[in-house]
RNA sequence: AGGCACGUAGCUCAGGGGGAGAGCGCUACCUUGACACGGUAGAGGUCGGCGGUUCAAAUCCGCCCGUGCCUACCA
């Protein structure tokens, strides 16, 4: 009684849940050991922003790296699973930003000190919330070795890299053109830029050419930017503009004289094939400017506001300064036309708004060199990508790549370790803060205002993690790690920079493996979005179906390199997989006390029955393993999938419930019935745990057991002789011949409570034995009353029949028997059969088959030929016997 | 503009040179002592189009059409 109340009918996962994860942790059971004699796997998560919770994005890729890490760990490897969050600079500050405008503040009111104390603030909060969604989902981390891209540990580690980079040269200061978000007030990468096709306007401007009474017309989509131009700009070789030689232009409103320069950077077919020169705000201009010695003038400020250098639109936003210098200009007529255009313009990615190309000073990386060695590591195969073709996208941008921005003017991130002299202006960078100036000893320096990009410190997680630039024992064990899994979208971000910060910096690739996973998107295959309301939310998903069925969905759709479209509608499906697997379980408990009922036996006292299940068992072990290497986790969720479902619970439980009831068989065929029902099922559950770990530790725990966890007991693995190809064919035949027999059941509309006579012509007399021996489980699953088995049919009339490889059946319906229905039953298959009977004949009546292909192909279909051909013949016969018994009729 | 994917059952998608698959949905029957989050049986597809390679193509190759994504300094 009290069993019964444990296993209750339907699966609670939230009974479960919590008391496993909170005994995994207690027992250290996800603790690497860096002591260990034990082969190690490491893996470093990738940290997940402090920005507030996880997303399903984030349960798919740490769902894939659990499965994992849970069969290698299994497996008996010394496994380190490395957690961590990232500080994620400006998006954690747009949101902690958005979070105090809600309350009227602005950081400005705070100032640098206190708003980093809000930051920080919600980072605690942000990480709390990110560990317990990690914990609820079953992440196996080591919690002990939890990192955040700003502990002093991994800043030092930041520190160290900038200033050994300076030292080489491959850290520069400079006045360059970047990306500049005039809401982030800040610098920013050209990997952060989105490139957004958009519907503008291409303005045809007038310019007068000084000392003639004629003009030139410019066409521009940034009109305003005028008031910045330096220089028109033609081709060299472009005859039409001959004339404007050794001339000047007047710039419109401002009456700056502009000269005009020869440029091979003018594209002759493109507009009107003349140019105006903005050096302070275009990146092509800016580089016209250097070659031609033009001043660059910049026309507004940080947020994007006109400056003096605008006159009189000084102070205006710079679209408001659109809007009136277009009306200015067409007023005094040097508008000559607008025209609708489409164009992509760049968006800040975080928080989209319109970047500006902007003259700045700013901190960049000099990445070729870096590049190239982060090349050479991949094309040697050091670093494996899966699915490969993200590799020549590598390739490509490794190849093609621009020097890095680092320095973004915000407040959160990691001060850059540079000290200006205010006196001599010398500039010092060191790992530890400077007393004075090195070069003056004035004691007036400050530190330079900027923070890095994220991603900087983000490229050194795979060692700044385990204790770089001290010489750790994590860092000499664990790293390189073993494999990483992120997403596609943060290769260049990310994975990218890693492998160019690893092999500089540890001589090393900072993983030998790179998995990654796909997208989710929802089920019509539109991105997840806020704003578009179709979020699916972790925590309530996994309240709602459970957190195995949860992951089980994700590793399930998880085909490689894909896009994967989730609903809700399936992690129903396989919730109810869950409880499948939970039923299945409760169905062994409740027959079984696994304290006296257990056995020991040998191959001869088990049935065909349970070697087909043994068999079949080890051959889904071999193909989960196979899948898992491979990281083709979806085809290895399918196989257990279909196993669990439809071999074990269809028929070995079917099949074993004869043996457990006490009138059906000898005690001692209980027993062994028992034992394997067992033996199976704990098999079975430690296959399934790195998909479904809570679910299966319940399980496990009631089954008799010698480690203290599933978490730690031993993965199955294949057993290549274990393979029982005569249990295999012959359960084949079994089970054929009774979904047969339902099927006519079925389609003669006869009740299932109606049992039926049936009849068996088996000529083969081994098969014919086996189908003796096994009778009871067709009359039990077939609902039988009466089994005549015999070599051949006997003559009878009124029958339905039907034929499966081996097994001729009748089905006697005496006075319920509907003609028509049998006819058009037996009509129906006899053409489905003709239908493949005619393309095999076709083919095995071509010569160049029979001679080219493989000897084992051909005697295959030889072989499907002659069955179909018998089975044909045969339900023809009863086809006729039907007819000629009507006729008689 | 280039590059890369994808187009298979009503829907969402696996598969990947020799017998068209899954989940959900649908139809009929069934509260059978593990499970109605269940059982049994079933319907449904010229595997985007056109060519080519091959004894054999949904699968490999080319072109076309359609759909996504990434990269890009054309005013």
């Not at 590591?377 to 020097?403: A, R």
């Not at 920079?497 to 796909?518: D, E, H, L, S």
């Amino acid at each position: 009684m009290s069993r019964e109340i444990e296993l209750s009918k339907s699966y609670d996962p939230k009974k479960v849940e919590e008391k496993w994860y909170a005994y995994w942790l207690e027992n250290n059971l996800f603790k690497a050991d860096v002591n260990s004699s034990r082969k190690h796997f490491s893996m470093v998560i990738p940290p997940p922003n402090v920005t507030g919770a996880l997303h399903i994005g984030h349960a798919l890729n740490n769902t894939l790296q659990d499965i994992v890490v849970r069969w290698k760990r299994m497996q008996g490897y010394d496994t380190l699973w490395l957690p961590g969050t990232d500080h994620a600079g400006i998006t954690t500050q747009i949101v902690v930003e958005k979070h105090l405008g809600k309350k009227g503040l602005h950081r400005s009111n705070l100032g640098r000190e206190e708003f980093e104390k809000e930051v920080w603030r919600w980072k605690e909060e942000s990480e709390k919330v990110i560990i317990h969604q990690l914990q609820k989902l079953g992440a196996s981390l080591d919690w002990s070795r939890k990192r955040f891209t700003l502990d002093e540990g991994l800043s030092r580690a930041v520190r160290q890299v900038f200033v050994e980079l300076y030292k080489e040269g491959l850290i520069y200061r400079d006045k360059y053109i970047v990306n500049w978000c005039p809401r982030c007030k800040s610098a920013i990468s050209d990997l952060e830029v989105d490139h957004v096709e958009v519907s503008g306007k291409l303005y045809y401007i007038k310019y007068p050419i000084i000392g003639t009474d004629k003009y030139v017309v410019i066409a521009t989509t940034r009109p305003e930017t005028m008031l910045g131009d330096t220089a028109l700009a033609v081709h060299p070789e472009d005859e039409r503009f001959a004339w404007l030689d050794g001339k000047k232009a007047l710039l419109p409103l401002v009456g700056r004289k502009l000269p005009i320069i020869k440029d091979t950077y003018v594209d002759r077919e493109f507009g009107t094939s003349i140019m105006k020169v903005t050096p302070a705000h275009d990146p092509l201009d800016f580089q016209a400017g250097l070659r031609h010695n033009l001043p660059q003038i910049l026309i507004f400020d940080e947020e994007g506001r006109m400056n003096e250098n605008a006159g009189k639109f000084k102070g205006l936003d710079r679209y408001q300064c659109r809007e009136e210098l277009v009306s200015e200009l067409k007023e005094k007529g040097f508008l000559l036309k607008l025209e609708d255009y489409r164009h992509a313009v760049g968006h800040c990615d975080r928080c989209r708004t319109v970047v500006e190309p902007y003259l700045s000073t700013q901190w960049f990386v000099r990445i070729k060199p870096l590049a190239r060695k982060a090349l050479e590591v991949v094309k040697k195969d050091k670093i494996k990508f899966i699915p490969s073709l993200w590799t020549k996208t590598y390739y490509e941008w490794m190849t093609n790549i621009h020097d890095w921005c680092i320095s973004r003017q915000l407040w959160w991130g990691h001060r850059i370790p540079v000290w200006h002299c205010s006196d001599c202006q010398e500039i010092i960078v060191e790992v530890e803060e400077p007393k004075q100036c090195r070069n003056c000893s004035s004691s007036r320096i400050y530190q330079d205002e900027d923070v890095l990009d994220t991603w900087f410190s983000s490229a050194l997680w795979p060692f700044s993690t385990l204790g770089w630039p001290e010489r750790t024992e994590d860092l000499e064990r664990y790293y390189p790690t073993t494999l990483l899994i992120t997403g596609f979208d943060i290769l260049f971000f990310w994975v990218a920079r890693m492998i160019m910060m690893g092999t500089k910096f540890m001589k090393a690739v900072p993983f030998c493996t790179v998995y990654f996973n796909g997208l989710i998107r929802d089920e019509h295959g539109d991105k997840m979005s806020k704003s578009k309301g179709n979020v699916i939310d972790l925590l309530e998903v996994i309240d709602k179906y459970g957190a195995d069925a949860v992951r089980f969905t994700l590793a399930a759709m998880a085909a490689p390199g894909v896009d994967i479209p989730l609903s809700e509608g399936r992690m129903a499906g396989y919730r109810a997989f869950t409880n499948k697997l939970w039923n299945a379980s409760r169905f062994v408990m409740l027959n079984i006390n696994p304290e006296e009922d257990l056995t020991s036996y040998s191959r001869s006292e088990l049935t065909l029955i349970d070697r087909w299940m043994k068999s079949r068992l080890n051959t889904v072990v071999k193909d989960v393993n196979q899948n898992l290497e491979k990281f083709r986790f979806h085809e290895a969720c399918h196989t257990l999938y279909h196993f669990i479902w439809h071999e074990f619970c269809d028929w070995y439980i079917e099949m074993s419930k004869p043996y457990l009831s006490s009138d059906k068989a000898n005690e001692r065929r209980r027993e062994i019935a028992k034992t394997l029902l067992v033996e199976i099922l704990e098999e079975l559950v430690r296959l399934a745990h790195p998909f479904m770990p809570f679910i299966t530790e319940e399980i496990w725990q009631k089954l008799p057991h010698k480690d203290i966890s599933i978490v730690t007991a031993e993965y199955p693995t294949y057993k290549p002789h274990a393979y029982d190809e005569e249990a295999e064919q012959k359960l084949g035949v079994l089970m054929e011949l009774i979904t047969k027999a339902r099927n006519i059941r079925a389609e003669m509309n006869i009740p299932p409570s109606r049992l039926i006579d049936l009849y068996l012509g088996i000529k083969d007399n081994l098969m014919r034995e086996f189908i003796e021996e096994h009778k009871d489980h067709i009359i039990n699953l077939a609902k039988v009353k009466s089994l005549n088995i015999d070599s051949v049919l006997p003559p009878m009339q009124g029958c339905a029949r039907g034929v499966v490889p081996y097994v001729e059946l009748a089905i006697p319906l005496a006075g319920l028997i509907d003609f028509e229905v049998e006819r058009q039953r037996l009509q129906k298959e006899i053409a489905r059969i003709n239908d493949d009977l005619m393309a095999l004949r076709k083919k095995l009546n071509r010569k160049e088959f029979l001679i080219k292909a493989p000897p084992e192909v051909v005697a295959n279909n030889k072989e499907r030929y002659r069955s179909l051909e018998e089975r044909f013949a045969k339900l023809t016969d009863s086809l006729r016997a039907l007819s000629d018994h009507n006729q008689e009729r």
